[in-house]
């Protein structure tokens, strides 16, 4: 259905930009909800931003609601990340070698989440969830992953998989390309149906059970009191890891993000978004037991060019300085 909406009407420049866009890239953009499909219309070209406000290329102001999908949570070019993000911009861009920045990056969130001893920088959300999946399975020696519908853990083929009408039901492909044999390897059940998960769980060897501890990606769903703490018991009792998704709930529902606001500690976290100020960066961490199984210092390999470079580490301190302030 399409919306009548000022927002969705396009002026000429967007237009004319909008038109080379699809010469080039696949429906005219890099990610595909930036092609204002679930709204209808046709989206307009962010020219600049600043606060809570965005401009177009055609010199239409807006309120932003939106600030990036979650990561400017002091809002477009806050001066303070600018002004950290241009000094060191100076110093070089990417080492490909540590830099000091990474540790008091990961200094500062375990200062906010004590349980993520050790942390692994990444440039995305979904290179964080896909490793962590990939960490459990090594960890607990099992196969199988249980996340929830309406959860969103970014675009590896682990987690594209929708499920059947059976509780247990083994996930099915949700995309072309991604093999039914390993889309059988994801379990999906409701959220907040904790009976559920308690079933799926002692029927079937689960690596993890993993989730957006506030779902965010399928509409606004807060978690149930029982949920969230009867999760942590199943984790336990079945031997299973429990996983939280902070990409989006990171840091802005709390200071210590969901554990801290639910008082109930995961095994592995995944962050992403806010600790880069809107550069590319995510991480995921977990205790030093959980992560010395990741290379080198462990047989489970993953790695990037750019994890951990300095622009995206300035951004991170210069936004969590502030938040703390």
Not at 28 to 41: D, H, I, K, M
Not at 54 to 63: L, M, P, Q, S
Not at 182 to 198: G, H, I, P
Not at 245 to 273: C, H, N, Q, S
Request: aromatic share 8%; glycine share 12%; with cysteine.
């Amino acid at each position: 259905m399409t919306i009548p909406s000022p927002l969705l009407t396009t002026n000429a420049r967007s237009a004319d930009i909008m038109a080379r866009a699809r010469g080039r890239f696949p429906g005219g953009v890099n990610s595909p909800v930036r092609a204002f499909r679930g709204v209808g219309g046709e989206p307009f070209v962010a020219a600049r931003g600043k606060g809570a406000r965005v401009w177009d290329a055609d010199g239409n102001e807006y309120i932003d609601y939106v600030l990036s999908w979650g990561p400017l949570v002091l809002g477009h070019a806050p001066d303070v990340v600018l002004d950290e993000v241009a000094r060191v911009m100076q110093l070089g861009t990417s080492f490909g070698m540590p830099t000091e920045r990474e540790v008091e990056l990961a200094d500062m969130i375990a200062a906010r989440m004590p349980h993520m001893e050790m942390v692994r920088f990444t440039s995305s959300g979904t290179e964080a969830a896909m490793s962590i999946a990939r960490l459990a399975r090594a960890v607990t020696k099992r196969e199988y992953i249980l996340k929830f519908e309406g959860c969103y853990h970014g675009h590896a083929d682990a987690f594209l998989v929708k499920a059947g009408s059976g509780v247990a039901t083994l996930g099915l492909p949700d995309s072309p390309g991604v093999p039914e044999a390993l889309a059988k390897l994801t379990l999906t059940c409701a959220y907040n149906d904790l009976e559920a998960v308690e079933r799926i769980a002692r029927e079937v060897p689960l690596a993890a059970i993993m989730l957006e501890p506030v779902v965010g990606n399928g509409g606004y769903i807060e978690p149930t009191a029982p949920f969230i703490p009867g999760l942590r018991r199943i984790a336990d009792e079945t031997g299973a890891l429990l996983v939280f998704d902070e990409v989006m709930t990171g840091f802005r529902i709390a200071y210590g993000g969901a554990a801290e606001r639910f008082g109930v500690t995961p095994d592995l976290t995944a962050l992403g978004k806010v600790i880069g100020g809107g550069l590319p960066v995510a991480a995921y961490g977990g205790s030093r037991a959980f992560m010395e199984h990741i290379a080198p210092t462990g047989p489970v390999y993953q790695a990037g060019t750019l994890s951990g470079n300095p622009l995206a580490m300035a951004g991170g301190l210069a936004t969590l300085r502030a938040l703390t302030r």
